[in-house]
């Protein structure tokens, strides 16, 4: 089973994918046309990497670590797009239980959202 498959299991998730460091869409489930599909991953995977430099930046400052950048998310209200590496889910917002959502792409990601010490 795909991990787009996994993702669109979970509460609220009413399409999710896949994408490369270059926007490509890998794998995507969901009830978007292919443009929109195409659209999003490539916005995803800009967002994605503009994210991570922001994280690396913050944690240049003396003291101050951890704060590397493993997703992030964005919502109005009624919907959200959360990103985890690189996976992303579109999500009716009132239904997700966010937290729960994160952990479960952080895991279909086969990473750590949270790097010992």
Partial sequence: MSRASELLKLPGVVSAGVFSRKGFVEEFEGALSEAEVAEMMELCAALTMTMEMQGRLLDRMPG???WSAHGWMTWGPEWAVVTVYDGTCIVQ?????????????????????????
Wanted: hydrophobic fraction near 45%; charge should be neutral; aromatic fraction near 8%.
């Fill in 93 to 117: 917002g009132r239904l997700a239980p966010f937290n729960r959502l994160i952990e479960a792409m952080t895991d279909a990601a086969g990473t750590e959202l949270i790097k010992p010490f």
């Fill in 64 to 66: 101050q670590s951890g």
